[in-house]
């Protein structure tokens, strides 16, 4: 059911309840989430919640999803909030509910993603005192969101919904918790909705420093070797029209985090791929050898950077933009800090570069592109494909030209499929690939596929995954089929935990302890038994046909398992403690 959002919030000003009457907090909870547009909301029932479950009976403008596990609730939001830049709700119940779900809270933390996770807890009067299910939702969730709420007065939960909605989205995004014991749900109190609020402790910083950003612009036209280095925040923040125009004005090279891929198109010449622990040979070689860098929405990160002493070793003026004042000079010294919304900084960027009627030096340019070149010949991603086994590789590149025309997006789980994802399907769009960056949470994919097919109902959702991640949220195939969520699996079938295998390989003498998966199902009979098509893929010869036939099936969620080189390795490979530039290409580095 489709409603627009004046329709939507007109239903959150309509009485529920018979006239006269006040709301209870459950039915207060459901009306603030119709006043913030909430289309779908992810959740799973149980005891503590149960007032607000039926509150949503009572209403037609709010999709619940229920799914099988408490994580995949808030994977699911979390994949619809990065897809579509709103804020991704999920509901859970208190005590194992909480505590399922705090891994999908960590995942959307360490990714800045804006989410509201609403969680039930025992009546007021019982809290501390060990009741059935009771946990310390505030306490335990403290590390792993932007804020918390517990609401002990169901005066306050409209208010308490308003800034939980206006913290998770504003500033740098992230998720919030709001903690409503039962008896809160249940009491009355009138209901009115801010317009907005204003909080004195929190007032995110937007507009960047003007003469901040003057001292970057001319930094920015002196500079021989430039490179621009962009993360994730250019693509929470829908910086990345601006992006592409400050680039294609500036003409310099330009990299993507592995959280920012697309925010630079794969297609422009300037993009030299990925950079980082498997990043391309060029992407790296110019990050650790440029005399002038401009990072945006970017922290430096450990698989970016690899060893900050090694990156710190070569001498160069570092412009740091971000929205976050903590993250700028956290890891790396910068000589221009930028605090501001990525947008409205590189909108000013712009603007002065064009005041300054001032170019890049043309001969300096031309000399750093010739460099540039020259490491592009290693031609880092090239491997060999085989007529025999299936190269996960060859898998990749195959989706790319299939659907590199239409309106795809592209999930993944964690591991060494991930970073062939990451690698061969060029995006040359943001928010088209959706993966678990900071923390590295295997079981997403699926989840995250699911959030965004609801969304999306019109696009292809492909989920890339391995059959050690796949299993950790393999139950939600059943929750795809009741909500008619048709997306498709394609399960890159090693028998290994890969990376872990990789990782074993090279510095552990080969002693694959426990990374073997020993005792895997038939995914064919699986996916049928949850009611979806399964195909099983042996041969290379047979990789374009079935991928195809999973295209076909619009309708239909279609688990593709493929079975892969189990000896295959992720490359190129910086080793932890390594520098950014030591590169390992190939096992002939070994």
Aim: overall charge neutral.
């Amino acid at each position: 059911m489709e409603f627009s959002t004046a329709e939507v919030k007109r239903a959150a000003s309509a009485q529920t309840t018979a006239p006269g009457i006040e709301p209870n907090g459950s039915e207060i909870l459901v009306r603030s989430l119709q006043a913030e547009g909430v289309k779908f909301l992810w959740g799973y029932p149980g005891g503590a919640v149960l007032y607000i479950y039926d509150a949503l009976y009572k209403q037609d403008t709010i999709e619940h999803v229920l799914v099988r596990h408490e994580q995949a609730a808030v994977h699911a939001a979390d994949g619809y909030a990065r897809a579509t830049g709103e804020v991704g709700v999920a509901l859970v119940t208190s005590g194992p509910g909480v505590t399922n779900a705090v891994t999908g809270i960590a995942t959307a933390y360490m990714d800045s993603i804006p989410m509201v996770i609403i969680t039930g807890q025992v009546p007021t009067a019982a809290i501390g005192l060990d009741a059935f299910q009771e946990c310390d939702t505030v306490g335990i969730t403290r590390p792993i969101v932007k804020h918390n709420f517990l609401v002990k007065d169901v005066r306050d939960l409209a208010v308490t919904m308003k800034k939980a909605f206006h913290i998770a989205r504003t500033g740098r995004p992230g998720p919030v918790v709001v903690d409503v014991p039962k008896d809160v749900s249940l009491k009355t109190a009138p209901f009115h909705y801010p317009d907005r609020v204003e909080m004195r402790s929190y007032n995110p910083v937007r507009k960047g420093h003007g003469g901040q950003i003057r001292k970057a612009v001319q930094l920015l036209l002196a500079a021989k070797r430039p490179y621009i280095y962009t993360g994730g925040g250019v693509v929470l923040g829908n910086a990345s029209a601006e992006l592409r125009e400050l680039a294609d004005m500036l003409g310099f090279p330009c990299t993507n985090t592995l959280m920012g891929l697309g925010a630079i198109a794969a297609s422009d010449p300037k993009f030299l791929g990925m950079l980082g622990m498997h990043g391309t040979f060029e992407a790296n070689m110019t990050m650790q050898n440029c005399d002038v860098l401009l990072a945006v929405g970017a922290r430096f990160d450990d698989r970016v950077i690899g060893n900050p002493q090694h990156f710190a070793s070569v001498e160069r003026k570092i412009i740091h933009v971000d929205i976050d004042p903590s993250s700028i000079s956290k890891r790396v010294r910068v000589d221009i800090p930028i605090v501001g919304d990525v947008k409205d900084v590189l909108v000013e960027l712009i603007a002065q570069l064009r005041e300054a009627h001032a170019k890049p030096d043309v001969k300096a340019m031309s000399t750093w592109w010739s460099q540039i070149n020259e490491w592009r010949k290693k031609d880092c991603l090239k491997f060999t494909n085989s007529t025999e086994v299936i190269k996960p590789q060859y898998v990749v590149e195959t989706l790319w030209e299939l659907t590199k025309d239409s309106d795809a997006y592209i999930t993944s789980d964690v591991g060494q499929h991930q970073m062939w994802a990451a690698q061969y399907y060029r995006f040359d769009q943001p928010r088209r690939w959706i993966n678990s960056g900071g923390l590295g949470t295997m079981g997403v994919g699926l989840p995250y596929a699911m959030g965004i097919k609801l969304a999306k109902p019109d696009a292809d959702v492909f989920c890339i995954t391995g059959e050690g991640s796949i299993q950790m949220c393999i139950q939600e195939l059943s929750t795809c089929l009741q909500y008619k969520t048709p997306v498709k699996i394609i399960s890159l079938n090693n028998r290994y935990l890969g990376m872990v295998r990789q990782w074993q390989q090279i510095d552990y003498g080969g002693r694959y302890s426990h990374s073997y998966m020993d005792a895997l199902p038939d995914f064919v009979k699986l996916a049928e038994a949850y009611g979806h098509v399964g195909l099983k893929i042996e041969k290379p010869s047979d990789v374009e046909g079935a991928l195809r036939e999973a295209i076909r099936l619009k309708d239909r969620t279609v688990f593709l398992d493929i079975r892969t080189d189990p000896t295959e390795n992720v490359w190129p490979m910086v080793k932890a403690g390594k520098g950014i530039s030591e590169m390992l290409l190939g096992s002939e580095d070994l």
